[in-house]
């Protein structure tokens, strides 16, 4: 599968190492478009694999193009893919705020359209993916983008463009309240007399049996 990812920032490369190490049957050759000369070096030291632009190639089809890029970038980088040779049968962003229709609208080429939002345990396989598209895509284009959304972990799908809103509330920005919870858990621990080590493993091994205790019982109510 020739896969072209434009924008290498956290949440490109997350995907782009889940996408490599990812265990399948299905062989991916990826290549990266970054503008920004520090990424694109460190890219190029950890996946030597991988061919990396500097912006978008003149001519690149293949069969999937995936936008991680920045919102407000993207029309111009709409333009620019439109001004040179660039075809794929999917389109995939995990833009935030980029509607399926913008995305069909100032993409010249055709193609199929989806939209995903992964958060940030995706990069260890350990995310969640809310994804959508147009009731007209079948069901073997289905089934591949969740194919190669899965390696970043559970994949779900959205029966509306509007639930991806609530989504990111809640898994895209939920992780950063329980850190932060964490982190007063930790430092409580601290302020009782505990060393560093012995208060992260406290709050640790805390956290670990809840998530072991709330996967055989999701009944929160009645666990408080």
Do not use: C, H
């Not at 075809?87 to 359209?113: H, P, W, Y």
């Not at 598209?133 to 899965?150: D, F, G, Q, V, W």
């Amino acid at each position: 599968m020739k896969i072209l990812i434009i924008g290498a920032g956290k949440m490109g490369e997350a995907v782009l190492k889940r996408w490599l190490y990812q265990k399948s049957k299905l062989k991916k050759v990826i290549s990266i478009v970054e503008i920004n000369t520090k990424r694109r070096n460190a890219i190029k030291k950890k996946y030597s694999n991988v061919e990396i632009f500097k912006e978008i190639p003149t001519t690149w089809k293949g069969d999937l193009i995936l936008f991680a890029i920045k919102p407000q970038t993207f029309f111009d980088v709409a333009k620019e893919i439109n001004s040179k040779n660039i075809n794929a049968n999917i389109v995939l962003s995990i833009m935030a705020g980029i509607t399926l229709v913008s995305l069909e609208k100032f993409i010249n080429f055709k193609s199929i359209f989806f939209r995903a939002m992964p958060n940030l345990a995706s990069g260890i396989g350990e995310g969640v993916t809310g994804v959508f598209a147009s009731k007209s895509i079948t069901k073997y284009y289905k089934r591949k983008i969740e194919n190669l959304l899965s390696a970043l972990g559970w994949v779900y799908w959205l029966k509306n463009e509007k639930f991806f809103d609530p989504l990111t509330a809640i898994s895209g920005s939920g992780p950063a309240y329980i850190f932060l919870f964490l982190l007063i858990m930790k430092n409580s621990a601290k302020s009782f007399g505990f060393q560093d080590k012995v208060a992260n493993q406290l709050v640790l091994q805390t956290l670990r049996g809840v998530l072991g205790i709330y996967e055989k019982n999701n009944k929160l109510d009645a666990l408080i």
